[in-house]
């Protein structure tokens, strides 16, 4: 009988844990005895004397009018309210000469009554009839002309809400999580109302933003903060009413302030979104004899939500449907280590922040394909996904400056249907494939200080109902929990930051599936030369922890730097629901940056960024050391010009061989480079090169180009084709157990890979108004490669391969098998699986996307993903990618209508 968790059994896991420190000692010792003296020495004058910007925003204050009479949000800004509103024109440039006076008058004024908050805006031009009239889809603003304004309705100094606008009318609104200018959350998604027009003297934006859709603090008299911009692609010329310099950093710290809002009150929030869905799924595929032809399915669901209060939402959804989302991209990994891939399920990022970012919370383990069935076991018909019960978040943020967000979603009970692949017949039985499972995660962020430094603590959960008897328990951990604290200490007006985090993890379960986790990927606590871990078969829970330190030097004229430690012990675990790829690293980064953003002769600005970059585990051996440069610049015709060039030295890997001994790496380097025009233009294009090498001759080229094109004003169309070839000098094949290896008693075979791939992301969007879209997006992409030059590890910690065919040795190879090689020095044969592929994928989206109502919305959705295997080893060609057109897969066409109800 496999043994179970005992209590207590946490601690004891840490202690053990910890206990490994004085292992690794000596090795965290001396990179931090290298790297603290240096930075003392040389960083603590610049930051006690240097150059800082500080934060100033001027004292710029506007007052909003109340009205009893609300104008027509039609663009015009011809009503009443607008001849007594103050407007405010004092804007200055950001771009392209800092602190100038705008080329173009702009004014911008605010009004308010008991609903909403009112802004008019007159952009005059010196030529109208060039204004580009761009139409694309809500926050894909562009290239056109635009007006935004930017809130701090709880006066934190910190946080922020974007509303922007563009000449055309399309829409954008983004939620600022820090005070930081270019970190915006573009999943902010509220209900709000925009428009505008044109005449000979320019355009006008009029706006109606919901006090509904805000969140500030009940309170009679309100004082936000308030910024303006308005960007001129024409002239590049990018204006504020209070810039954020660009030799410094902040956003909302810097805001202006908004005066004349009384009277108002937080709305309660009642919202129901609910949904209801058809799908049609096609299958086209002999892998799954269970699978049907055709299915037909239908889905009810919804969304809601709750204002709790002035500073709380609940948002809760049933049964959610996410069937609009655009599929994966195709992927060929070869390596040891999980692929992750992007969310892109709204419920799941929307007010998410404080959840993600440090690897703790990977919100695509909710609702992922099932994991089973459990060894020795036999399915068809196997769900694509787990199904999502129901999930509910609460997020907001109290008047003392604590925000906190709170996540809990619910996953159903998976089953597939037995098959007997040897008679080839289902057995009738019901396979459980995934038990019912409950995710959690909470954060609190508390603000202190003048520079709005943060305290933080994030804590995760997840519980599957599975017991000792159940067979997924062989492959499924019954209980995971992490969590970590950490400190952004910001100081000098937050042009210095200090960040700090201190995390563990600890999951419990089988004996069986915790000895799994123990030689997974992650930890390979099976090698045999790794004195500071050891593989327990019998143990049922396994812990861990990670810290991390990080000094920034974040603002100045000139000189910018960073330096960084990242600890994470050998028992951490991060993968129920969150992502870690590897354990057992210590490691320092530090980087230098000098970068000029005066415009000069040449170049409009330019940086310069030196790096060198260590690493080790906690049996203190060098797992890499690298140096690298990399230039930045940008010319007077905003043509953009990036460059990475760096250096490997020799090193020791813990995971080429998987599990086996430490492994040599070669000496390398790599040149890297990308070119793309101004980003103001309407046809814009880039092309991107990269290229590694290794001293066995080893090498890879990667090469990339976009072009991105508007015709007329409706249709944008896109294609990013790339391309890759390699012939890699170390790819692992397999491990063959045999006494007689001199790698304890196990030979791990390697030989060199030649892979190439070629794929082309297209897209083709037609935007009939901003509310309604024709969207397709397709991607063609093949994927070879030939595995050849076969050999094995000589010995421990050398990076030399005995080549079979050489040295008394002899391989051959069957056509339509494996290859047999021979030691005649030991006697010993074996064989070698040819690993040599092909793949082919074409996956495609066609959405129309029609919001007839504010917050309603209605969505035609075509999805098509096909595979296939084709030509083994054989490199990819240009027709590779029209013969992904004709490879097996499935088709889904769904039709699904949500409907926005404000309750209250």
Known sequence: MRRTASRGSFFFEAISEFANIEMMRQTIFKAISLLLPFSFCIYWPIIAFGDTSGQVNGGKSMVAIKVSNPPEVDGVLDEDIWEKAVFVSDFIQKEPFEGQVPS??????????????????????????????????????????????????????????????????????????????????????????????????????????????????????????????????????????????????????????????????????????????????????????????????????????????????????????????????????????EVSFEEKRPFFIEGSQLLSGTGYFYSRRIGAPPHGPAPGISVGDTPLNSTILGAAKISGRLRNGLSTASLVAFTEREYARGYNYTLGQPTGEKIEVEPFTIYGATAFQQEFGEDNSTIKLLLTGVHRDIDENDPLSAILRKKAFTGYGDLNWRFRGGDYNLFTVLGFSYIEGDSAVIRKTQESSVHYFQRPDAGHVELKPDRTTLAGYNYFLELNKNSGKHWLWSHSLSLESPGLDLNDIGLLRAADDIELYNSVTYRENTPGDVFYRYSITGSVNNGWNFGGVRQFSNININPNLTFRNYWNFDMDIGVQLRAISDDLTRGGPLMGTPFGGWFEFGIENSHSEATKYG??????????????????????????????????????????????????????????????????????????????????????????????????????????????????????????????????????????????????????????????????????????????????????????????????????????????????????????
């Open 104 to 337: 173009e008058s702009t004014e911008v004024a605010i009004a308010y009554d008991d609903e909403a908050l009112y802004v008019g805006a007159r952009m005059f031009s010196e030529n109208p009839a060039e204004l580009r009239g761009l139409i694309s889809r809500r926050d894909q603003h562009g290239e056109t002309e635009q007006f935004a304004i930017s809130l701090d309705t709880y006066h934190d100094r910190r946080t922020g809400y974007g509303f922007g606008v563009t000449v055309s009318g399309v829409r954008f609104d983004r939620y600022y999580p820090q005070d930081f200018e270019h970190n915006k959350d573009y999943t902010f998604d509220p209900v709000w109302h925009a428009r505008t027009s044109i005449d000979n003297r320019g355009w006008y934006a009029e706006m109606k933003i919901p006090f509904s859709q805000l969140r500030f603090t009940n309170r009679e008299e309100h004082v936000w903060g308030i910024n303006l911009n308005r960007w001129i692609p024409l002239k590049n010329e990018d204006i504020y009413w209070i810039i954020v310099p660009k030799d410094s950093t902040g956003w909302a710290s810097r805001f202006g302030t908004l005066n004349g809002i009384r009277g108002i009150e937080p709305s309660s929030r009642i919202e129901v979104l609910p949904y209801f869905a058809l799908e049609e799924r096609s299958f086209d595929t002999q892998e799954d004899p269970l699978k049907t032809r055709t299915e037909h399915t239908y889905r009810v669901g919804g969304d809601l939500k709750i204002g709790l209060g002035s500073n709380l939402t609940l948002d809760a959804t049933i049964n959610p449907d996410f069937g609009q989302v655009e599929a994966d991209p195709a992927v060929v990994n070869l390596s040891a280590y």
């Open 687 to 904: 092309l991107e090169y990269e290229y590694f090498g290794d001293e066995f001759g080893g090498y890879s080229h990667n090469t990339g180009f976009s072009l991105s094109s508007r015709v007329g004003d409706k249709v944008q169309v896109s294609i990013l084709p790339e391309f890759y070839y390699a012939k890699l000098s170390r790819q692992y094949v397999t491990t063959i157990e045999d006494e007689s290896a001199s790698t304890y008693g196990k030979r791990y075979v390697f030989s060199w890979l030649e892979r190439s791939e070629l794929s082309a992301q297209i897209r083709f969007n037609m935007f009939i108004t901003p509310d309604m879209s024709f969207e397709f997006y397709a991607e063609p992409f093949a994927s070879a490669g030939r595995y050849y030059r076969f050999g094995e590890l000589r010995e421990p910690k050398s990076r030399d391969l005995l080549e079979y065919g050489t040295e008394g040795t002899s391989i051959e190879h069957n056509f339509y098998g494996p290859y047999y090689v021979y030691d005649y020095n030991s006697g010993s044969s074996f064989e070698v699986p040819d690993r040599d592929f092909g793949y082919l994928s074409f996956r495609s989206n066609f959405v129309i996307r029609w919001e007839f109502l504010p917050g309603s919305t209605a969505y035609l959705v075509w999805q098509h993903i096909l595979e296939d295997e084709n030509d083994p080893g054989k490199m990819v060609r240009g027709e590779s990618l029209l013969e992904s057109l004709t490879s097996e897969g499935n088709s889904i066409l769904a039709v699904k209508i949500s409907y926005w109800i404000p309750v209250t």
